[in-house]
């Protein structure tokens, strides 16, 4: 993927909002469960 996003010169938002929209079953509920742990921890994800 990282060739992917250099190839497109695409800036970090953007690369997280693809790689998020392209993740899929547990990879992604995964990372919906470590988004929200850090949530509670009032930790920001960046």
Do not use: H, P
């Amino acid at each position: 993927m990282n060739s992917y996003f250099r190839w497109y010169r695409m800036d970090d938002d953007l690369c997280v909002e693809y790689a998020e929209m392209r993740l899929g079953g547990k990879a992604k509920i995964f990372g919906e469960n470590e988004s929200y742990a850090a949530y509670r921890r009032g930790q920001l994800i960046t």
